[in-house]
């Protein structure tokens, strides 16, 4: 049900150049990606270089806070389409013993930016 679901949802592990793992459909439509492309894209590519400083700083708050509400920010598909999320929720996400494994995103409101 959740890859199948009307709103995005994507997450990416701990690396120290953190790797996607996760794209429902809408995600790998809204990125232009399959699942095999997804899967081995580093997250940080999700957004053009100039707003990338911005996007860490929300992961790095997400991270103190547990969780980061309200986002919005341009975005970048595979094959240059800009578009902007507008209300994300960012969270941690843990194992059963409280270890951090990732950070995942929700968001349904995405506007074409050209």
């Not at 953190?18 to 990606?33: K, S, V």
């Not at 095999?36 to 790095?60: C, G, K, N, V, Y």
Request: glycine residues 10%; proline residues 4%; without cysteine.
């Amino acid at each position: 049900m959740l890859f199948e679901a009307s709103f995005v949802v994507v997450s990416h592990g701990v690396e120290p150049d953190p790797i996607l793992n996760y794209g429902n459909q809408i995600a790998l439509d809204l990125w232009e990606l399959s699942w095999d492309q997804f899967i081995r894209t580093p997250s940080r590519l999700t957004a053009e270089p100039d707003d990338r400083a911005e996007r860490e700083r929300m992961l790095m708050q997400a991270r103190a806070k547990g969780y980061f509400g309200g986002y919005g920010g341009v975005r970048i598909s595979s094959t240059g389409r800009r578009f902007l999320v507008e209300q994300a929720l960012i969270w941690n996400v843990i194992d059963p013993d409280g270890n951090s494994i990732g950070q995942a995103a929700t968001f349904s409101t995405m506007v074409d930016a050209g």
